[in-house]
């Protein structure tokens, strides 16, 4: 069983590591919101994953640039977006986190209020996007 010293530090570690995701999430909507995709792909591992709805799974940065493509045209309509890491449990060198976005216009009406859970590997010092699955809270569209 822990005792209480220990599960302190536990629990610190982990606001350290929450607040460094929330901080790249961060950097994230910024690099997104300004569609700086070279700065943007350097936030994923070159073997990242991405897993949207209604969309192929992106493997890798080549991919990555065609679906920042796509993104792009999105993305004109965003004015301003919120992401809250709500959790995250960490494994060493990889950490996952659950988080929460909404999406709003120029206008600041929502657009989309979104979820995903995403797994960080830490390169180079910082925390990179390996893999993350997105889902939007709306219903997916009839086919």
């Known amino acids: 069983m822990l005792d209480k010293e220990h599960v302190q530090s536990y ?25 700086n995709h070279d700065e943007l792909f350097k936030f994923y591992t070159d073997d990242c994953r991405i897993f949207a709805p209604g969309a192929p799974m992106v493997v890798g940065k080549e991919a990555l640039k065609a679906f920042f493509g ?25 950490a996952s986190s659950a988080n929460t976005s909404i999406s709003y216009d120029k206008d600041g009406k ?34």
């Open 11 to 35: 629990d610190y570690t982990m606001g350290d590591i929450k607040a460094e995701i929330q901080a790249q999430v961060k950097k994230l909507e910024e690099m997104m919101l300004a569609k």
């Open 110 to 143: 929502v657009l989309d209020n979104a979820k995903a859970i995403t797994l960080w590997k830490k390169v180079g010092g910082s925390w990179h996007i390996l893999w993350t699955a997105v889902n939007s809270d709306k219903p997916t569209p009839p086919q």
């Open 70 to 94: 796509v993104m792009a045209q999105f993305m004109d309509k965003i004015g301003k977006i919120e992401t809250t890491v709500v959790d995250v449990v960490s494994m060493g060198e990889l």
